[in-house]
């Protein structure tokens, strides 16, 4: 007490009863959240892939041309390599590349696939012997955070949560 007034505050107690709560959330917390950053990683790069399938099928179909989407390490031409991690590319099979898609940042996932290339039709069908199965597997994958998109002959996506192997 100073001139009669008493002066709140904390005891060391209380302090510490606080940081103890503190440490509990937090260590509860934390895995969850590392999980759900796991689960968006995979859904960005899904999103992705989706994204330039449906350009190239699209693109196929408006222009009434084939259409390419391939692996790609330098952003211009077709790698001819079953990984692409390195990024991929939606271009015309003699002509200019439409759109590209960059390595990812930090190097987070693995992308392979059973083909190099995925090229369409006019039609917005495929131009294969076999139908392409694109998998996406992330560093620390566990769980069901494994995507598979798989594009059929007609040219139709889906994508499947899979198990981490």
């Known amino acids: 007490m100073i001139n009669g007034a008493k002066i709140g505050g904390f005891t060391l107690f209380e302090l510490m009863v606080t940081l103890a709560v503190a440490a509990l959330i937090l260590s509860l917390g934390v895995p969850g959240f590392r999980n759900f950053i796991q689960n968006n990683r995979a859904t960005t790069h899904t999103n ?36 692409w991690s390195s990024g991929w590319i939606v271009r015309r099979p003699a002509g200019a590349v439409l759109r590209t898609w960059p390595e990812r940042s930090g190097g987070d996932g693995v992308l392979t696939a059973n083909v190099s290339q995925i090229q369409f039709q006019a039609r917005g069908s495929l131009v294969a012997a076999t139908a392409p199965l694109l998998q996406i597997r992330l560093p620390d994958c566990s769980g069901d955070q494994g995507r598979d998109v798989s594009v059929n002959m007609a040219g139709r996506i889906a994508v499947t949560r899979v198990t981490c192997e």
């Open 48 to 83: 992705d892939l989706v994204t330039a399938l449906n350009l190239g099928r699209s693109e196929a179909t408006r222009r009434g041309a084939s259409v390419l989407v391939c692996s790609s390490s330098d952003g211009a031409t077709c790698s001819g390599s079953n990984d």
